[in-house]
């Protein structure tokens, strides 16, 4: 039966908030690359999980380190390892403190203040924010964005306008028929004035209608012409008198 290898007496930062340069055992002031990949592959060994599985780590206080820790703390060294190797990550985090997302607080950089995501790792870990968009995924062309839009406007103008349309023809309609029947109540209401003007004052017998008609008739036949109108009347009056015959 195999006995799994221990090794003990590893070190980790102590303090609660590890710079990368502590992660990776390296002083900021005596920085290299080669050594920064020398330790990252000696560390890498020891947290890789497929070979911590099978050993067991001792911190330096004695403690067994579980597997879940082991797991965490390769994940620790290897952002370390990716921000330092990085010129410009490496640049911006001596410089502003940004890009290390294993911190549990970071100072900010004045072009995003009052950013709400400071425990957001894409956006510590990127350079610029035009990395931190691209982190995100896609994003919809701003200028197909406003075409879409301006589709949907014109779509919107067309349906109103052609609705606002048949409205006015609806409307239009309405006032014609609304003239029409008042024209034909105003010829009523008229011929019944006539009427009533022509037949005042007169009765409703044969004799009676026929007595208005010949002085309508001498009236419009002679005007004003008394002469004329007397003449006419006596003429009438026979024809009266060879009616009731």
């Not at 070190?11 to 002083?27: G, K």
């Not at 009523?188 to 008739?217: C, P, Q, T």
């Amino acid at each position: 039966m195999s006995v799994s290898p221990v090794y003990s007496n590893v070190t980790w930062p102590t303090n609660a908030n590890p710079s990368p340069y502590e992660i990776m055992n390296i002083p900021r002031t005596d920085f290299n690359k080669i050594t920064l990949k020398k330790n990252y592959v000696r560390f890498a060994k020891l947290y890789h999980p497929d070979l911590s599985r099978a050993r067991e780590i001792q911190h330096h206080t004695g403690r067994v380190l579980d597997q879940r820790t082991k797991d965490e703390r390769f994940k620790i060294i290897t952002n370390a390892y990716h921000l330092l190797r990085d010129e410009r990550k490496k640049r911006q985090y001596d410089l502003y403190s940004i890009g290390w997302a294993e911190a549990s607080y970071q100072t900010r950089p004045h072009s995003t203040a009052g950013y709400s995501k400071a425990q957001d790792a894409k956006y510590w870990n990127a350079g610029n924010w035009d990395d931190y968009r691209k982190a995100e995924g896609p994003r919809v062309d701003p200028a197909a964005a406003r075409a879409e839009n301006m589709k949907m406007v014109y779509l919107l103008l067309a349906a109103a306008l052609v609705s606002c349309a048949a409205q006015i023809l609806v409307a239009q309609r309405d006032v014609e028929d609304a003239l029409r029947l008042a024209w034909e109540m105003e010829k009523f209401a008229r011929s019944d004035l006539r009427e009533a003007r022509d037949n005042y004052g007169y009765g409703l017998e044969r004799d009676e209608r026929i007595s208005r008609f010949l002085g309508h008739r001498r009236f419009n036949n002679h005007g004003n012409r008394t002469s004329a109108l007397m003449e006419a009347e006596t003429e009438d009056l026979k024809v009266l008198d060879e009616l009731k015959m």
